[in-house]
């Protein structure tokens, strides 16, 4: 017999990609009554739109909290969620029709306590989500050890031992989260079969934002967890973000003297791409707290 679940979505604004979300997860294959959709609004002063219409559905839920960052609201939605199980996902995230019955699957085994799965890019426009795409979120995904929150399964009672997510964090919450389920010995697994399509960062600008808050948050992880988290010191970060600069000029010189197209091929940007990220994390690093709420 499958377990009943609830889906829950942060987010900070109603914007057509949060209404793919929406919609997505409404028509994943699993029962209706099995299922609740909790939307958790983490924006600004007041809902200058009617997305209370879709709490009148009866499996959907929206509920408001103040404390800014997705960890909190991702715990206010789990404290009123009546699922055994819970299904995070992100309002940036159009999930695959047999998202959760194959993020449900694997706790068949009473072993499992928490279930990730992969993320694909949506509709990709720019060769810079192509890139990050194929050579960052999906490389090496099973070697992963902490369940993305973009993209994961909990038992709800497994989170409530372990008190939901810190919410210290506005980036790193996860993999936290992931290092105390394995203090605990509890069991994670990967599921590449449940899939999830995130809009990838298409421009320099919103690429180096992100890798600034996974900088700080990893900082956050350090100060926690000591030597358990392996980060490179700042000077490394900006060497390797300069060599990876002139790699990038030196492959695009030919296309700028000859004029050819370069194309949407995302390895075309491999260098840039890595430096942007490396800037980025050692921008990260600077600062001593999380600020701010990127989405």
Same mark, same amino acid.
């Given at each position: 017999?499958?377990?009943s +679940?609830?889906?829950?979505?942060?987010?900070?604004?109603?914007?057509? &990609? %949060?209404?793919?979300a +929406?919609?997505s997860?409404?028509?994943v294959?699993?029962?209706?009554?099995?299922?609740?959709?909790?939307?958790?609004?983490?924006?600004?002063?007041?809902?200058?739109?009617?997305?209370e219409?879709?709490?009148?559905t009866?499996?959907?839920r929206l +509920?408001?909290?103040?404390k800014?960052g997705?960890? =909190?609201?991702?715990?206010?939605g789990a404290?009123?969620?009546?699922?055994?199980?819970?299904?995070f996902?992100?309002s940036?995230?159009?999930?695959?029709?047999?998202?959760?019955?194959?993020?449900?699957s694997?706790?068949?085994?009473?072993?499992? =306590?928490a279930?990730?799965?992969?993320? &694909?890019?949506?509709? @990709?426009?720019?060769a %810079?989500?192509?890139?990050?795409?194929?050579?960052?979120?999906?490389?090496?995904?099973?070697?992963?050890?902490?369940?993305?929150g973009?993209?994961?399964?909990?038992?709800k009672?497994?989170?409530?031992?372990?008190?939901g997510f810190?919410?210290?964090?506005?980036?790193?919450?996860?993999?936290?989260?992931g +290092?105390?389920?394995? #203090?605990?010995?509890?069991?994670?697994?990967?599921? @590449?079969?449940?899939?999830?399509?995130?809009?990838?960062?298409?421009?320099?600008?919103?690429?180096?934002?992100?890798y600034? #808050?996974?900088?700080?948050?990893?900082?956050?992880?350090r100060?926690?967890?000591?030597?358990?988290?392996?980060?490179?010191?700042?000077?490394?970060?900006v060497?390797?973000?300069?060599?990876?600069?002139?790699?990038?000029?030196?492959?695009?010189?030919?296309?700028i003297?000859?004029?050819?197209?370069?194309?949407? #091929?995302?390895?075309?940007?491999?260098?840039?791409?890595?430096?942007?990220m490396?800037?980025?994390?050692a921008?990260?690093?600077?600062?001593?707290k999380? #600020?701010?709420?990127?989405?």
């Amino acid at each position: 017999m499958l377990p009943s +679940i609830s889906i829950i979505i942060p987010f900070i604004e109603d914007n057509a &990609l %949060l209404r793919l979300a +929406i919609e997505s997860c409404l028509q994943v294959d699993y029962p209706r009554e099995l299922l609740e959709l909790i939307l958790v609004y983490n924006g600004g002063l007041q809902l200058e739109f009617p997305l209370e219409l879709y709490s009148k559905t009866g499996s959907i839920r929206l +509920i408001r909290e103040d404390k800014k960052g997705p960890y =909190s609201a991702r715990n206010a939605g789990a404290k009123i969620a009546k699922g055994e199980m819970l299904l995070f996902t992100d309002s940036d995230c159009v999930v695959d029709k047999n998202w959760a019955i194959r993020l449900v699957s694997p706790f068949k085994d009473n072993k499992i =306590s928490a279930v990730f799965g992969k993320v &694909l890019a949506y509709n @990709p426009v720019t060769a %810079l989500e192509s890139f990050g795409n194929k050579y960052i979120f999906n490389h090496g995904r099973m070697q992963l050890v902490f369940p993305w929150g973009g993209n994961s399964a909990l038992r709800k009672k497994v989170f409530e031992e372990l008190g939901g997510f810190d919410e210290d964090f506005i980036s790193g919450g996860d993999m936290d989260f992931g +290092i105390r389920l394995r #203090k605990q010995n509890f069991y994670m697994r990967y599921e @590449p079969e449940a899939i999830v399509y995130h809009k990838h960062r298409e421009a320099l600008k919103g690429i180096f934002k992100q890798y600034k #808050k996974y900088g700080s948050g990893w900082l956050l992880l350090r100060e926690k967890w000591g030597k358990e988290i392996k980060i490179y010191p700042n000077w490394r970060r900006v060497l390797v973000s300069a060599i990876y600069l002139f790699f990038t000029i030196f492959n695009l010189v030919p296309y700028i003297i000859e004029r050819r197209t370069v194309g949407n #091929k995302g390895k075309r940007f491999k260098y840039l791409y890595l430096a942007v990220m490396n800037f980025g994390l050692a921008a990260g690093y600077c600062q001593k707290k999380n #600020k701010g709420y990127i989405n």
